[in-house]
């Protein structure tokens, strides 16, 4: 299978470009690689009426964000890991 490869990934700051967000920024809480699409915290909120069930009685209104399309994000900053140092394997040690 091919993986697409795109300018950002899961936890980069982006800003959006363009589009109803234009100008509002966060970081990227994941990507969506067969939709292009992003989901970015606090940007886009989508408010979805949930019924009455055991979890919530009175019933509910969630707000979750909605994903935007990935061409609309424009990197700030990376979100760079520490890199793992390996460990060198000690050949047998002669004995004295």
Same mark, same amino acid.
């Given at each position: 299978?091919?993986?697409?490869?795109?300018?950002?990934?899961?936890?980069? !700051?982006?800003?959006?470009?363009?589009?109803?967000?234009?100008?509002?920024?966060?970081?990227?809480?994941?990507?969506?690689?067969?939709? !292009?699409?992003?989901?970015?915290?606090?940007?886009?909120?989508?408010?979805?009426?949930?019924?009455?069930? !055991?979890?919530?009685?009175?019933?509910?209104?969630?707000?979750?964000?909605?994903?935007?399309?990935?061409?609309?994000?424009?990197?700030?900053?990376?979100?760079?890991?520490?890199?793992?140092?390996?460990?060198?394997?000690?050949?047998?040690?002669?004995?004295?």
């Amino acid at each position: 299978m091919n993986r697409i490869k795109f300018h950002v990934k899961k936890g980069d !700051q982006v800003e959006v470009i363009s589009g109803n967000f234009r100008g509002s920024s966060g970081k990227i809480l994941e990507v969506l690689p067969r939709r !292009q699409r992003v989901l970015i915290e606090g940007v886009r909120i989508i408010k979805k009426h949930l019924r009455k069930s !055991q979890d919530n009685p009175s019933g509910k209104i969630a707000e979750r964000e909605g994903p935007i399309h990935i061409s609309n994000v424009k990197l700030i900053e990376r979100n760079e890991k520490p890199v793992k140092e390996k460990k060198k394997k000690e050949g047998p040690k002669a004995k004295p």
